[in-house]
């Protein structure tokens, strides 16, 4: 079974930084794509950053330049690192993880980000 664990949430003031881990259960190069969604308060959960089994990255508009995503395939890990982060910006983050035939996602229990104006 694959679980998915996030870490390093937390509260910071606005303009700081934060790094969350996300460690699976076995190896990540199974996966086709990982990356990180988040969800605020009253919004939809929206993709934030995704990075593929090859490297290949991508970015909503509104993290491009702040958030960069990694991948540390001997851990089994990925990260997601925020810079510059803003109000905007607190919500809860989760984990994902996606294999193609069959197509099957995966999601880890979420961790807190809250950025203090």
């Known amino acids: 079974q694959v679980q998915l664990v996030e870490s390093g949430g937390g509260l910071v003031q606005a303009g700081g930084s934060l790094r969350l881990s996300c460690a699976a259960s076995g190896s990540i190069v199974r996966f086709n794509v990982m990356g990180w969604y988040r969800q605020a308060p009253g919004d939809q959960r929206e993709l934030v950053a995704r990075?593929?089994?090859?490297?290949?990255?991508n970015y909503a508009e509104s993290v491009k330049g702040r958030l960069t995503i990694s991948r540390d395939n001997a851990k089994n890990t990925i990260y997601l690192q925020m810079d510059s982060l803003k109000p905007e910006d607190t919500a809860v983050y989760y984990c994902?993880?996606?294999?193609?035939?069959?197509?099957?996602?995966?999601w880890g229990q979420g961790t807190q980000v809250t950025v203090s104006s």
């Open positions: 994902w993880a996606l294999t193609l035939m069959p197509t099957t996602n995966y």
């Open positions: 990075i593929s089994s090859g490297g290949s990255t």
